[in-house]
């Protein structure tokens, strides 16, 4: 039954996501599937859908799916998911880096502290 | 065009920069490292007075080591502004044509740059045993400070991996390292001298009894020998910075193919000029 309904190039991303995806879709989505013709792409009506985005579940074109850590994703969930992620990396960054400035304060006084004493000691 | 950057090509432009085009940024980062030059002062005074005793004094020393690195915040602040500037100059931005310099580090910078030059402060006293990285250690607050206005993402290591491409040029880094070590004798000569002439024209011009301030600016005066010192690397710092800022802007922009597309624009600004006339 699915194996009737996508296209013979049509892209799995995962086996699951696809399972997922497609009872699912929109209604003009699951129409096109049911019906006998290839499916869509839902930016290029003109071209036929190669994947669907894994997160949104539009069928994609070639040109308009992107790869992503394994998956197929539409530019719009591709750009949400990377501001997502460098936001992720800079809050995770900032919190590295005032742990780092705390450290590396402590580790600066305590070695020039005991350091010179050392040398003090020994220079004695 | 691609030759390389040479150190007196470097030392002039680090002059032209401090001296000439930014001496209110040079005058900036002078102030900003006072308090740390004085602290490092005292610091070392205590240290000498304690001697062999000095270990058992930890606590102290601690304490002292504390406002040490309380006091390279604002010092940082100051190189920070000053390289600043400079890559400012370096990149065209007219700092020189009378446009008013604005105090622009940001404080993402700082504060990534600040992580590299407290990281350098911590690993400094452990270089201290060794000769050989003695010397590249204390490179390192300053290229902390010049690669600071390159510091884009924050973490625990990329602000230190943005510091460490500063040392790509170490045949210039070390003809730097003596150059630097030069000016500062020289400029402790030159500051003893003042001083020594400054108390023989009041001796001469008052008539007063000096004895107490003969002794005082003497050089058995080891507070005051440790002063001139600091007075010393106050005085370098500016141009120290600067030849840093130089060095770190001509490395990356030969790195990533500034420095052809300046030149091509130059040659074409010419012909166009030539073709106008």
Not at chain 2, 222 to 236: I, M, S
Request: net charge positive; with cysteine.
């Amino acid at each position: 039954m699915l194996a009737d309904t996508v296209p013979k190039d049509f892209v799995e991303s995962t086996p699951e996501s696809i399972a997922r995806a497609l009872p699912a879709l929109p209604d003009p989505v699951r129409m096109t599937a049911s019906s006998a013709g290839p499916r869509r792409c839902a930016h290029h009506p003109e071209r036929p859908a190669h994947a669907l985005c894994v997160s949104c579940r539009t069928p994609l074109c070639r040109g308009c799916a992107t790869p992503w850590e394994g998956i197929f994703l539409c530019a719009a969930c591709l750009a949400a998911r990377r501001a997502a992620a460098v936001r992720r990396g800079s809050v995770a960054g900032w919190i590295g880096l005032a742990a780092g400035l705390a450290a590396a304060a402590l580790a600066a006084t305590w070695m020039t502290a005991w350091v010179a004493a050392l040398f003090a000691g020994l220079a004695g | 065009m691609r030759e390389r950057l040479g150190l007196g090509e470097l030392l002039d432009d680090a002059a032209d920069l401090a001296v000439r085009t930014l001496p209110d940024r040079s005058a900036l980062a002078v102030l900003a490292v006072l308090p740390l030059r004085l602290l490092q002062v005292w610091f070392l005074d205590r240290l000498i007075e304690l001697g062999p005793g000095a270990i058992q004094h930890g606590r102290y020393l601690a304490t002292i080591a504390g406002f040490l690195t309380a006091a390279l915040v604002p010092a940082f602040w100051g190189r920070a502004e000053l390289a600043r500037a400079c890559q400012s100059a370096l990149g065209g931005e007219g700092w020189g044509v009378g446009r008013r310099a604005r105090l622009g580090i940001g404080w993402r910078r700082y504060l990534l740059g600040l992580y590299a030059a407290l990281v350098a402060a911590a690993l400094l006293p452990a270089a201290g045993w060794g000769i050989v990285t003695l010397p590249f250690l204390a490179l390192a607050p300053g290229i902390a400070a010049a690669t600071c206005p390159y510091q884009e993402r924050p973490g625990l290591f990329a602000p230190l991996g943005v510091a460490a491409r500063g040392f790509s040029q170490p045949r210039l880094l070390i003809g730097l390292l003596f150059s630097g070590a030069l000016a500062v004798l020289a400029a402790f000569v030159n500051l003893f001298a003042l001083f020594q002439l400054g108390l023989f024209a009041a001796r001469a011009a008052s008539g007063l009894d000096l004895a107490w301030w003969g002794r005082a600016l003497s050089i058995e005066s080891r507070l005051f020998d440790l002063l001139v010192a600091a007075g010393a690397l106050l005085l370098v710092e500016p141009l120290w910075i600067a030849a840093l800022s130089v060095l770190v802007h001509r490395g990356r922009a030969r790195a990533n193919g500034d420095d052809l597309a300046a030149w091509i624009a130059e040659v074409r600004s010419g012909e166009a000029g030539r073709a106008a006339a």
